[in-house]
């Protein structure tokens, strides 16, 4: 079906060219066009434009699916109310070091997490809960113990689900 969609235009511009074809090239096109031609030619114009301009596009549109590729895979998943709160504690103390675009976040000092998140297990809920509680890699760029409890575990929680997706 896909390939219909690719081919009807092809098509059309192959009847176009074969239609100034039979009129004796472009010039000859162009006359007819400009003197209205006979019936035929007035016909075949509005079929064209039919064509190209209505039928076309209803058709492409009439068989998109629900826009599969434009809309984040995240966007259909309703989250937890662990992962929604350790969001808020994410905006509220991380967002502004950190880059991750799960919450549009555009940090500048601490580490993108999201390429962190593509590799595998860098982004694990008790990695990210350790580096909470050592202060990211110990390095004391990260202040240590930032959130504690079950708000680290949120945090983490809700950066390990969307980290690097």
């Known amino acids: ?24 090239g472009p010039s000859g096109a162009r006359q007819a066009y400009l003197t209205r031609g006979n019936r035929f030619f007035q016909i075949s114009m509005i079929v064209i434009y039919l064509g190209i301009g209505v039928a076309v596009p209803a058709i492409i549109l009439s068989a998109r699916t629900d826009a599969e590729g434009a809309t984040s895979h995240l966007q259909t998943k309703h989250p937890t109310a662990l992962v929604e709160k350790g969001k808020n504690l994410f905006r509220a103390t991380c967002a502004s070091c950190h880059t991750l675009a799960a919450v549009n976040a555009r940090g500048v ?15 694990s809920i008790k990695r990210v809960e350790n580096a909470i509680r050592i202060g990211g890699t110990g390095q004391r760029r990260m202040p240590s113990g930032l959130l504690q409890g079950a708000n680290a575990q949120a945090v983490a929680t809700f950066v390990s689900t969307v980290a690097g997706q």
């Open 109 to 123: 000092t601490g580490p993108d997490l999201d390429r962190i998140g593509l590799q595998a297990n860098a982004a």
């Open 1 to 24: 079906m896909t390939v219909w969609f690719f081919l009807v235009p092809w098509i059309l511009v192959g009847i176009g060219v074969i239609f100034i074809a039979f009129w004796g």
